[in-house]
């Protein structure tokens, strides 16, 4: 346990931004959240911390603040500097995955943790972000029904008004269950230059996105008019497929899936261990295929977020 004053003193400053994220949202200035999971349980050691980096230089590119959200030291952090990012990539560091039913139990414990979508987009909300970027949302699982499997991310995104830019979802989800699920929690899904709501490493996942937008600064207007009706809980899911010529092969994927799911199964894996040990099973079976898409899609997503931020920040001042 720690001693007493560590539970006083996080119950007492818990939200701790980086000044550079203060100032830009002082300043009207667009933010970009981004998740830590990804970087801790879905990329292998050695590559998660350039992408990490990478995925905040893309952000800044475009004309946004970066804001990587993990929880350390019994804080929550809005902003990482370089040495947080190097902990939370360090393979030996002990870091949790944590949704959001776990972020007060991690923070009271003095445990150090990765946020996941859920758990980011939570938290951003709170610090005041409104745009968030991240890899593939988690959903509905197969054979929910019997193991009620269904990602904390949709639930929460139905009470959070953040806008999260996705790569649609795996197919090792159900995807079609996904859709409909998103659509009785009121949560609309947008197509980004796309008919088809992208399956994560696969550019279609066979099936239509509910509503499609052309340009960021529709994306944007879309999040000011639900923020001018007023009453509006749910977030947007905007879904941004990989172009056709670099998706991964079908025929790779589908292997790749099946497999998978059956290595689930053998090993018997549940609950918040499934994605991580999908992920790292593709990356490991799949000839560095499932990284390198992985990496391009989320270097796409923050940037499309970082576009979207950039519009919305102008929406919002009237320039
Ligand atoms: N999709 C990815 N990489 C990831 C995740 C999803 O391509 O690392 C992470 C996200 O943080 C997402 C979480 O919120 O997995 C979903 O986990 P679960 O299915 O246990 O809710
Ligand atoms: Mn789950």
């Not at 996904?178 to 659509?183: A, I, N, P, R, V």
């Not at 509910?210 to 207007?221: E, F, G, L, Y």
């Not at 001018?228 to 947007?236: F, R, W, Y």
């Not at 799911?261 to 593709?282: N, W």
Request: hydrophobic fraction near 45%; proline fraction near 5%.
């Amino acid at each position: 346990m720690p001693p007493r004053q560590h539970v006083y003193a996080a119950a007492m400053s818990v939200l701790t931004l980086h000044p550079e994220v203060v100032d830009a949202l002082a300043t009207g200035r667009a933010v970009v959240a981004l998740e830590s999971t990804i970087l801790a349980h879905g990329l292998p050691p050695g590559d998660n911390l350039r992408v990490g980096r990478e995925i905040e230089a893309v952000v800044r590119a475009a004309g946004a603040v970066p804001a990587t959200i993990a929880v350390l030291d019994g804080q929550v952090r809005v902003g990482l500097d370089d040495a947080g990012l190097e902990r939370l990539c360090d393979p030996a560091a002990d870091i949790l995955k944590l949704s959001v039913r776990d972020v007060g139990v991690a923070l009271a414990l003095h445990r150090d943790g990765a946020t996941t979508v859920a758990s980011t987009s939570a938290l951003a909300h709170r610090a005041g972000i409104s745009v968030f970027a991240t890899g593939g949302l988690g959903g509905v699982h197969r054979g929910a029904a019997e193991t009620f499997d269904v990602s904390a991310d949709l639930g929460v995104i139905a009470r959070t008004p953040v806008l999260v830019v996705c790569a649609g979802v795996k197919s090792i989800l159900d995807v079609p269950g996904t859709l409909e699920y998103l659509e009785t929690l009121s949560v609309p899904v947008l197509g980004y230059r796309t008919d088809a709501f992208p399956g994560f490493y696969l550019s279609d996942s066979g099936y239509a996105a509910p509503w499609r937008v052309d340009s960021p600064t529709q994306a944007a207007a879309i999040v000011r008019a639900r923020e001018l009706l007023g009453g509006e809980e749910a977030g947007v899911v905007l879904a941004n497929p990989l172009p056709l010529d670099r998706q991964v092969d079908p025929q790779l994927h589908d292997r790749l899936v099946a497999d998978g799911l059956e290595m689930l199964a053998a090993e018997g894996i549940h609950g918040k261990d499934v994605t991580p040990a999908l992920l790292a099973y593709f990356h490991e079976h799949s000839d560095g295929e499932s990284l390198r898409a992985n990496v391009e899609l989320v270097l796409a997503n923050a940037r499309l977020a970082a576009e979207v931020a950039v519009e919305l920040a102008a929406l919002r001042t009237g320039s």
